[in-house]
């Protein structure tokens, strides 16, 4: 299987809409849907963002040799990684081979695909070395499989059995619950001292429902949006 093939991490939309000439949220919601959610107090499925650089590991399984290929790649296809971010993929890599024939079907032709982020010390400074001060480590937030996103008591099972971290979970929460909560900021779950604040929310139907479009509904509220907006209003963000 040609890696061309393979689809990268999906856009996760801000919940609010932003004014082009200076890239601030705006009390417009981005989409139908977004409003629809927001006006009805959908409950949705909520984890921790993290300040990171995008990476996954495609795992192809062939029928035809009972083995599988696994390999990392970026956010990107010219995504450039140094040397101890390869050996961090390689660790990565060694897990998944070694669990790979139990987790996995290996008779059967498929594309998994582990996204996650790489976070620690270099990466988004200065958040970065709070998170890990002397190296840099890998936690998963979704698996695809065939191009089907997997339910999160799934993809938290498969972690287990790998080895695998997955990202701080948030609860079930509306969307305007989640304004309230990074408005106000609120610690990182991955730093003990509560010396760096979250970066945000990423929020997703329980089911994995789609829009009419046929995309996954999910979104992300980030501190640094209201942050922004205030700078620029001199006032909290409302809607």
């Given at each position: ?22 890239n601030?949220?705006v ?6 849907v ?26 192809e399984t062939?029928?035809?040799t ?9 956010k990107?296809?010219s ?19 070694k669990?790979c ?28 070395s ?10 998963v ?9 997997l ?17 701080p ?9 989640a ?12 730093v ?33 949006d ?14």
């Amino acid at each position: 299987m040609s890696k061309s093939k393979h689809s990268f991490y999906q856009k996760i939309n801000t919940v609010f809409m932003r004014d082009k000439a200076t890239n601030c949220i705006v009390p417009e919601f981005v989409s139908p849907v977004a409003k629809w959610m927001f006006d009805e107090g959908i409950k949705m499925y909520s984890t921790e963002k993290i300040d990171g650089t995008n990476t996954s590991f495609v795992i192809e399984t062939s029928s035809e040799t009972e083995t599988a290929n696994i390999y990392a790649r970026g956010k990107t296809e010219s995504a450039f990684f140094e040397p101890r971010h390869k050996a961090l993929h390689q660790t990565i890599i060694d897990k998944l081979n070694k669990a790979c024939g139990d987790v996995f079907d290996l008779h059967s032709d498929a594309v998994i695909e582990v996204f996650g982020e790489m976070y620690g010390s270099g990466i988004q400074e200065p958040a970065g070395s709070k998170y890990v001060p002397d190296g840099i480590k890998f936690i998963v937030f979704d698996i695809k499989i065939n191009g089907l996103y997997l339910l999160p008591d799934n993809v938290k099972d498969i972690c287990y059995k790998v080895g695998l971290d997955y990202v701080p979970e948030m609860g079930m929460m509306t969307i305007g619950e989640a304004i309230d909560l990074v408005q106000k900021r609120f610690y990182s779950n991955l730093v003990k001292d509560n010396s760096l604040f979250a970066e945000g929310v990423v929020m997703k139907l329980s089911l994995g429902l789609l829009d009419r479009n046929g995309e996954r509904i999910i979104i992300k509220v980030k501190s640094c949006d209201f942050i922004k907006y205030k700078a620029k209003t001199n006032q909290n963000f409302s809607i």
